[in-house]
C-alpha cells in the first residue's frame, strides 16, 4: 500500500510520493487493533520533514535530488572580478588625483573683507521723494540707519552706524537680527559698513539636526548608515572634487573617479556588503559609463562651452586653468549619480523579494522590469523638473526676452540643461534592464513550472 503524508513546504502542506513504503497514512483494511501502538509513534508522520533542501529548492517535492538553482560560486566570483579591478582603480585614481593642499588665493585680491555682528538699534526715515533710478520697484525697502555691534572681522568690538539696504533682494533687518556686514573704504568718507546679507547659521543649524532626527526616527540604524554615508558624500566632494578641479585637473576624471569613491563608499555603507548591494553597484558603474560616453558625445556635437549662465562666466575669467567644458561634463556624471543609485539599489532589491517565490529567470526578469518601468516613470519626471525649478529665474528672464520657442530652446544655457536632461534620463532608463537581468543572474530561483502535487490514489 503507498502512503500519502503531507509535506511542510516553505508555501503551505504539500503532498508527496516520499512516503511510500512506509507505515500509511491513510489505511484501508489493517484493523486498528494493531495499529495503535504504531499510530501513536511520531516518526511515520514526521519523517519526510526533514528534507529542506527539497522545501527550499524542488518545486513538487520529488526526491530527483536537483540541487538549488541559486547564484553559482563562479557567478559570485564573476561579479568581484568585475567589481574588485574597478574599486583598486578608484583608489589608485583618488590617490593620483588627490590635492596636495588647498589652492592658495592671491596674496591681494582687493576684495572687502567681511565683518558679522548683530543688530541693536534701527531707525527707519521718510524715504526722499525723488524716484531713484533704475526699473520700477527698484528703490523698494525703508530708509533709515540701522546700529550693528561687530561680534567678527575687522572692527569687532566697535558699533557701527550704517544704512538701511534698500533694492530688489535687500535683507530686512529688525533689532536682534545677526548680520553680514562689508567694510567699505572712501577717500573721504573713511571706512563704513554696509548690510548686504543675515547670517544662517543657527537656523540651517536647527533644521539639519531636525531633518537627522527624522531620518533616524523612521529609519533606525538604517537612517544612521544613510545619514553617514551623506556625509561622506560630502566628503568627497568638498575635500576631493572641488579642491582638485581649482588646481587644474581634468573635470571629467575627477568627477568620475569622485562619483565611484562616492558609488562604493555610500552603497555598501548604507545597504550593507552584499551580493545584492554589488549588482546595484556594478548596474550604477555601467549605467555612468553609458551617462559620460552620451554627453560627451552630445555636448560635442551641439557645440556646447560650458559657458552657460553668469556664475560660469565669472568662473571662467577668475578660475583661467578650469577647463568648462569639462566642468559640464563632471556636473552631468555627478548629478546623474544620485537618481541611479536610487533605481539600482531599487532593483535589486526588488529582484530578490520577488525571487522568495520561485520562478523561471524570465518571468523573475518580466516582473521586476515592469515594477521598473514605474519608478523610471516617477523618476525621469523629478529629474526634470528639478532642472525647471533650480533654474527657475534665469528661464523667466529669458522669456521676457520676446525670443522665439526654438531659438529659447537652442540658446546656450537652455540647451546645456536640455542635454543634462536628456543624458540623464537616457542613463536612468538604461540602469533598469541593466540591473534587472544583473541581479536575475545572481538570485535565488527555483525550477520553472511549480505546482501543488496531486495526492496519490
Not at 237 to 245: K, M, R, S, W, Y
Not at 357 to 373: D, E, N, S
Request: proline letters at 9%.
Amino acid at each position: 500500500m503507498r502512503g500519502d503524508p503531507w509535506e511542510e513546504h516553505d508555501d503551505g502542506w504539500e503532498p508527496t510520493q516520499r512516503g511510500a513504503g512506509r507505515a500509511p497514512v491513510f489505511a484501508e483494511a489493517p484493523p486498528p487493533a494493531d495499529t495503535p501502538p504504531p499510530a501513536e509513534a511520531p516518526p511515520p508522520a514526521e519523517a519526510p520533514l526533514p528534507t529542506p533542501p527539497a522545501s527550499e529548492g524542488s518545486p513538487h517535492g520529488h526526491s530527483h535530488g536537483g540541487p538549488v538553482p541559486t547564484a553559482s560560486a563562479r557567478t559570485r566570483k564573476a561579479v568581484m572580478a568585475v567589481l574588485l579591478p574597478a574599486m583598486l582603480a578608484t583608489i589608485v585614481a583618488l590617490i593620483a588625483l588627490w590635492p596636495g593642499s588647498a589652492p592658495e588665493p592671491p596674496a591681494e585680491t582687493g576684495a572687502p573683507e567681511r565683518s558679522y555682528g548683530q543688530v541693536s538699534r534701527v531707525v527707519e526715515e521718510a524715504c526722499p521723494a525723488t524716484p531713484e533710478p533704475g526699473p520700477a520697484g527698484s528703490g523698494t525697502g525703508p530708509c533709515g540707519t540701522a546700529t550693528v555691534r561687530i561680534d567678527e572681522g575687522p572692527g569687532s568690538g566697535q558699533t557701527v552706524e550704517t544704512e538701511l539696504p534698500r533694492g530688489p533682494g535687500a535683507p530686512r533687518v529688525a533689532v536682534g537680527d545677526r548680520v553680514v556686514l562689508l567694510e567699505l573704504e572712501g577717500a573721504f568718507t573713511g571706512t563704513g559698513y554696509s548690510i548686504i546679507d543675515h547670517q544662517r547659521g543657527q537656523p540651517m543649524v536647527w533644521l539639519i539636526a531636525l531633518a537627522a532626527a527624522v531620518i533616524i526616527a523612521f529609519g533606525r540604524w538604517r537612517g544612521l548608515s544613510a545619514l553617514a554615508g551623506l556625509a561622506v558624500s560630502f566628503a568627497v566632494l568638498l575635500l576631493f572634487v572641488i579642491p582638485a578641479i581649482l588646481t587644474g585637473a581634468s573635470p571629467l576624471l575627477v568627477a568620475i573617479v569622485g562619483a565611484a569613491t562616492i558609488m562604493f563608499a555610500v552603497l555598501y555603507l548604507t545597504h550593507g556588503v552584499t551580493v545584492h548591494t554589488s549588482v546595484a553597484i556594478l548596474g550604477t558603474l555601467a549605467s555612468l559609463v553609458l551617462t559620460g560616453v552620451l554627453a560627451a558625445l552630445f555636448t560635442a556635437f551641439t557645440k556646447l562651452t560650458g559657458i552657460g549662465s553668469e556664475d560660469s562666466a565669472y568662473l571662467a575669467v577668475t578660475q583661467g586653468n578650469v577647463d568648462m567644458r569639462g566642468l559640464l561634463l563632471a556636473g552631468i556624471i555627478i548629478g546623474s549619480l544620485g537618481v541611479l543609485d536610487d533605481v539600482t539599489v531599487t532593483q535589486a532589491s526588488t529582484v530578490a523579494e520577488l525571487a522568495r517565490t520561485p520562478m523561471p529567470r524570465i518571468q523573475l526578469y518580466r516582473a521586476a522590469t515592469r515594477i521598473g518601468r514605474a519608478h523610471v516613470a516617477s523618476a525621469v519626471n523629478t529629474i526634470v523638473l528639478a532642472y525647471a525649478g533650480a533654474s527657475l529665474p534665469l528661464l523667466l528672464l529669458i522669456a521676457a526676452g520676446n525670443r522665439g520657442v526654438v531659438e529659447l530652446l537652442t540658446s546656450e544655457y537652455l540647451a546645456q540643461e536640455i542635454v543634462r536632461s536628456a543624458v540623464g534620463t537616457i542613463g536612468l532608463v538604461a540602469s533598469v534592464p541593466i540591473t534587472t537581468a544583473l541581479a536575475t543572474l545572481v538570485a535565488t530561483t527555483a525550477l520553472p513550472g511549480r505546482t501543488r502535487a496531486p495526492a496519490a490514489s
